[in-house]
């Protein structure tokens, strides 16, 4: 059964190869999100993947 928030189902589907557990090693690896407190890089991503999506102006 598919989830009902279908916003969160297609992220989930859509970043599953980006969220792989090497990927998400790096950014920690790396401090990328060190002093970073409210928008994350995996959030950022998303924003602008849904942007993308939408073809939001910037």
Same mark, same amino acid.
């Given at each position: 059964?598919?989830d009902?928030?279908?916003t969160?189902?297609?992220?989930?589907?859509l970043?599953?190869?980006?969220?792989? $557990?090497?990927?998400?090693?790096?950014? $920690?690896?790396?401090?990328a999100? $060190?002093?970073?407190?409210?928008? $994350?890089t995996?959030q950022l991503i998303?924003?602008?993947?849904?942007a993308?999506?939408?073809?939001?102006?910037?």
């Open positions: 059964m598919q009902k928030d279908t969160k189902s297609t992220f989930i589907q970043f599953k190869p980006i969220l792989s $557990k090497h990927f998400l090693k790096r950014i $920690k690896d790396l401090n999100d $060190k002093y970073i407190k409210k928008l $994350k995996m998303e924003l602008i993947a849904l993308q999506i939408e073809q939001k102006r910037g």
